[in-house]
């Protein structure tokens, strides 16, 4: 069975930081492009952050300069750091995990709640 999992949301004022992990169990991570996408209520899943399997990085207009997408393929990680967070960036974050016409999986999410 395969699982995708996120952990690290919470509460932080703004200005603050926080660190999203996700771990993938039940395949060969190396292979595998992974992202990070969130959703506010009321608003369609948007790109956050993508890093592709030779560590190529995308991010949104609005995470450049701010967020920082990586991998550890050892321990089937992708981490997502987020700093000088503002409240537009209050959404639910998930973690997505493909391989191009082959498979396709997707976390639960974890809340990300940017107030003072």
Not at 18 to 23: A, G, K, N, Q, W
Not at 59 to 87: E, H, P, W
């Amino acid at each position: 069975q395969v699982h995708v999992v996120e952990s690290g949301g919470g509460l932080v004022q703004p200005g603050g930081s926080l660190r999203l992990s996700c771990t993938a169990s039940g395949i060969d991570f190396v292979p595998y492009n992974a992202g990070w996408y969130r959703q506010a209520p009321g608003n369609q899943r948007e790109l956050v952050a993508l890093i592709t399997r030779v560590s190529s990085t995308t991010y949104a207009d609005s995470a450049k300069g701010r967020f920082t997408i990586s991998r550890d393929n050892a321990k089937n990680t992708v981490y997502l750091q987020m700093n000088s967070l503002n409240v537009e960036d209050t959404a639910v974050y998930y973690c997505n995990v493909a391989r191009s016409t082959i498979a396709n999986y997707w976390g639960q999410g974890t809340q990300v709640t940017v107030s003072s």
